[in-house]
């Protein structure tokens, strides 16, 4: 076990609503980066959020947002689902301070139908 | 952009055999690299890393890597696999942007099956 939590663990929304994806960090960690894994792909990177603000970004849309609160706890926001968006989303967490590998979570599995 | 490239997407061996997964990426600038495991039905873990210093690392349960500068590869070995090295790998990398941040960037993988 890795101490990053996600919820939930399934899902299945219709093309057109909105998603809330949760992720709660591993203790001492400051940094949650969020990635889509696409079955067969390897995972592809969303977003990154350091103490409450994005630090990078990966080759996504608007569409999907993120926050991180004060206990470095994250959400993942898709809105206007599409059939693509399919996917295995994960969440890791990490300490950007001292350049640590980062942990997973299990992943929430969306299928948005 | 930075990229990773895993050049066997599937490997079928038998135990014992040698194994040898290629990863190279493309970026310029420092880079931290990563080989993750993900055996069926769990989450994603660390095989092994590299920071810094002595190019061959060497990780859990018998794998090691070999950090070449000048080829930008990252290749993952283990001299003797076992079933339980059945699982799917990924090479990852940590590019170093402006502002202290750096970006992680995922290959596609190789799913290994091995053969009692």
């Known amino acids: 076990e890795t101490g990053v939590t996600q919820s939930p663990t399934h899902l299945i929304k219709t093309r057109g609503q909105q998603v809330t994806l949760r992720c709660s960090s591993q203790s001492g960690h400051n940094t949650v980066s969020w990635y889509q894994q696409a079955l067969g792909q390897g995972p592809q990177f969303i977003f990154q959020?350091?103490?409450?603000?994005?630090?990078g970004r990966g080759n996504f849309p608007p569409r999907f947002s993120g926050l991180q609160f004060p206990n470095y706890s994250s959400e993942l926001n898709v809105n206007a689902l599409e059939l693509d968006d399919s996917a295995l989303y994960l969440c890791?967490?990490?300490?950007?301070?001292?350049?640590?590998?980062?942990?997973f979570g299990q992943g929430t599995r969306l299928t948005v139908v | 952009a930075q990229s990773v490239s895993q050049h066997n997407h599937h490997v079928i061996l038998s135990e014992a055999a040698s194994l040898e997964l290629g990863c190279n990426y493309s970026?310029?600038?420092?880079?931290?690299l990563f080989w993750y495991v993900q055996y069926p039905g769990q989450h994603l873990q660390l095989l092994l890393k590299y920071f810094s210093g002595d190019p061959l690392v060497k990780g859990i349960k018998g794998f090691e890597a070999e950090f070449i500068k000048s080829k930008f590869s990252f290749n993952l070995r283990k001299p003797s696999v076992q079933w339980s090295d059945t699982a799917e790998y990924f090479c990852?990398?940590?590019?170093?942007?402006?502002?202290?941040?750096?970006?992680?960037?995922f290959g596609r993988g190789t799913s290994l099956i091995v053969h009692p």
């Open positions: 970026y310029g600038g420092t880079v931290n």
């Open positions: 959020y350091y103490r409450e603000e994005e630090n």
């Open positions: 990852a990398v940590n590019a170093h942007a402006s502002g202290g941040s750096y970006i992680p960037t």
């Open positions: 890791a967490s990490s300490s950007r301070d001292t350049n640590t590998e980062a942990f």
